[in-house]
């Protein structure tokens, strides 16, 4: 008869199966070298020249990037230190917009100096009240370092605002921030509303196009829309738009049914009904006063026919992200079906244009006054640029938050 003791403690606690570590050679040990391990795959993505990561995750898609945020979700580590500086990562990221790596590569240093104090004997809670004191010391020397001014600064100073950014562009695109400052504080200052503390970072936008250089980046007060308008009407100026989401064709019956022609002047008569019914809609829509219309899904040829007939600019936007902007940027309602609009479903734009870049036809879309979005056309596919221009305006909704709250 065999005897089986009874589990009891921790071990009563746990599933079959488990592990406990204790002690600093099974525990903390352990856990500082699987921080370091994580902390020197990122480490070397650090700053503006730092070196792309292959990542393939278990859906096997493959990430060609040097974003440590990125990095780190798509690696998905199960290690409980190690996804604490994950976790560190990603609060850096959500809170400020950047600077995940310096968290993970920071944090992988002061481990590794941390093992090299326990090995000579120094307890963990003396370093940790060595760090506790670093830390104090660090806020007041970067309190020092801050530009004079900042809590006081007007948000809408070019001159305040480029000063205070440079640092932001530079830590992306390093040599380049006296060109790309002053285009981005530009951006920003123009949407920045009433009240700073409201800026919307998603009202800076960036459109990458081949066929340039960094000196031909511009600034748009509207959005940019990859693709060539459908038909034939390439511009339209102060027109009136209306916006259909489910797209610009006729309508299918909810359930099937059965024509039964006997004769051609029958199918004649059938096919000029459904003219009829298409010409009503188009002509009910032109009726209302707008000149431009914009589809979130198929244009039909007979509806594209009548939308020339009537002189009507016609627009598709596939991307339902991008139709919500552009419906903000124009102050336009968007329509489920096809439909006259009413007064207060119309909204505006100063022109509409399609030019050529490239190779590439690109939409333009205007609105000088009341606009939400400046895209920053950049005329050459640089990748650490998007994520500059991101990062920078970030950095002025923190200035904006911070000039509100005395900061």
């Not at 990561?53 to 979700?73: G, P, Q, R, S, Y």
């Not at 020092?144 to 480029?162: A, P, T």
């Not at 124009?330 to 490239?358: H, M, N, R, Y």
């Amino acid at each position: 008869m065999g005897f089986s003791m009874q589990p009891y403690g921790i071990q009563s606690m746990l599933k079959e199966g488990h592990k406990h570590l204790s002690g600093l050679d099974e525990a903390v040990l352990k856990n500082i070298d699987a921080c370091k391990q994580l902390s020197t795959i990122t480490r070397t993505s650090l700053g503006p020249d730092g070196m792309n990561k292959m990542v393939i995750n278990h859906l096997d898609k493959l990430f060609v990037t040097n974003d440590a945020a990125t990095i780190v979700n798509e690696l998905e580590v199960q290690h409980p230190a190690a996804k604490i500086l994950v976790l560190a990562g990603k609060a850096q990221q959500e809170e400020i917009g950047d600077g995940a790596n310096l968290t993970i590569s920071f944090a992988g240093e002061l481990l590794q100096n941390a093992e090299e104090l326990i090995r000579t004997g120094l307890h963990p809670s003396e370093i940790i009240s060595g760090y506790t004191k670093a830390i104090n010391k660090t806020i007041e020397v970067l309190s020092e370092l801050v530009e004079k001014g900042s809590e006081k600064m007007d948000v809408r100073n070019k001159e305040q605002v480029v000063t205070r950014m440079k640092a932001a562009v530079a830590s992306k695109q390093h040599g380049q921030e006296d060109i790309l400052c002053s285009l981005i504080a530009d951006a920003c200052i123009q949407v920045c509303p009433k009240n700073p503390a409201n800026f919307d970072v998603d009202n800076v936008r960036v459109s990458k196009l081949v066929g340039g250089g960094l000196h031909n980046c511009t600034i748009v007060r509207g959005m940019v829309l990859k693709g060539d308008a459908v038909g034939s009407i390439k511009r339209m100026e102060k027109a009136k738009v209306a916006v259909f989401a489910s797209g610009i064709d006729t309508s299918a019956t909810e359930t099937k049914g059965t024509v039964l022609i006997h004769s051609a002047e029958q199918l004649e008569n059938y096919a000029k009904t459904e003219e009829a019914k298409v010409e009503e809609l188009i002509k009910a829509v032109a009726d209302s006063g707008a000149k431009v219309i914009v589809s979130g899904g198929a244009v039909g040829e007979m509806a594209l026919h009548f939308c020339e007939r009537y002189k009507l600019m016609v627009l598709k936007i596939s991307s339902k992200f991008e139709l919500r902007r552009f419906c903000r940027t124009t102050g336009t309602a968007a329509l489920l079906k096809l439909s006259q609009p009413k007064p207060d479903d119309l909204g505006f734009v100063d022109s509409v244009s399609v030019e050529e870049i490239g190779g590439s036809r690109v939409n333009f879309p205007l609105r000088k006054q009341g606009g939400l979005f400046v895209f920053l056309c950049f005329y050459l596919l640089i990748a650490k640029l998007h994520s500059a221009c991101n990062f920078s305006s970030l950095a002025f909704m923190i200035m904006c938050y911070n000039c509100m709250n005395g900061i």
